[in-house]
């Protein structure tokens, strides 16, 4: 859920007109200036972060209108208005839309809906069409998502069963990319250390092994006391079956690891999943 902007300047408010006889001062044109400088980067930073919380197949209709938000809501909007209507709606309000409403007032929210009495300043307005571009370029820059347009409606289409279960990908955020990748490099970097531990404990234990046959070999088992010890046997068997078991274990997990790797390596090409044209409401 979006938490309203505690202090954020974005909300309109009534201002004094001035009279017909007076001139604005430098000092109130400095004031409207940073006034609205301010409500532009609390737009944009609050922008950025609708951003990450909205699904895929929303955001990439605000990316066909070009950052548009006004274009972009009013279908968006006559859907919630029908809702408000229906006792029991085909298409619900989806609680993103609800969300923005927070930020974007009576441009999200139809009339008699919460937050639908207010609206923010141009300034506010423009820096939030700014934060949301720039999280969406920022996104592709860090190849969360492709950057062609027909390679993205493609991919959106692909199954999402990390999200849940029969989801696609178009119904997954920003925020949800980013925190799968982050899950995956850690996942990866987990299995690139067991996989060196093991091949360095396979190595080991290979080498012990070869040093207990030639050991063996050589009848250079010593006692307690430091001297060749008389029967060999024992300390032979024992020597070996200390190395070779573990060995063969670990050489198991090798072999299985190696087979893995080859299995993911050979499905890394996913089937391609039936695309959805469900993007935007008419």
């Known amino acids: ?75 968006w909007r006559r859907q919630w208005q029908r809702a408000l209507s229906q006792p029991s709606p085909a298409s ?49 820059a860090a190849d969360l998502l492709p950057a062609d347009r027909d390679a993205l409606t493609w991919w959106m289409a692909q199954p999402a069963d990390w999200l849940r279960a029969g989801a696609f990908l178009a119904e997954a955020t920003i925020g949800d990319l980013s925190r799968a990748r982050r899950r995956k490099r850690r996942a990866a970097a987990t299995r690139k250390a067991a996989r060196i531990a ?18 063996s070999i050589q009848g250079g088992w010593v006692d307690g006391a430091g001297r060749v010890a008389a029967d060999q046997a024992p300390d032979t068997i024992f020597a070996n079956l200390a190395c070779s078991i573990p060995l063969v274990a670990l050489c198991t997990l090798v072999v299985i690891d190696l087979k893995r790797s080859r299995r993911n390596a050979a499905a890394k090409g996913a089937p391609e999943a039936p695309t959805t044209d469900a993007r935007q409401p008419e």
Do not use: K
Request: net charge negative; with cysteine.
């Open 198 to 215: 093991l091949w360095a404990a396979t190595g080991l234990f290979l080498v012990m092994e070869i040093f207990a046959i030639v050991i």
């Open 1 to 75: 859920m979006i938490s309203h902007p505690r202090g954020a300047s974005g909300v309109a408010r009534p201002v004094a007109g001035p009279t017909a006889t007076a001139a604005p001062s430098p000092a109130n044109n400095d004031a409207l200036h940073a006034s609205r400088e301010a409500d532009h980067r609390y737009g944009s930073r609050d922008g950025a972060r609708a951003a990450t919380t909205l699904p895929l197949a929303a955001l990439d209709s605000l990316v066909a209108c070009h950052f548009d938000l006004v274009q972009w809501l009013g279908p």
């Open 92 to 140: 619900p309000t989806p609680i993103w839309l609800a969300d923005l409403a927070q930020y974007l007032g009576g441009h999200a929210a139809p009339p008699g809906a919460v937050n639908s009495t207010f609206a923010p300043t141009p300034a506010y307005l423009t820096g939030f069409c700014a934060g949301m571009r720039n999280a969406w370029h920022d996104a592709v």
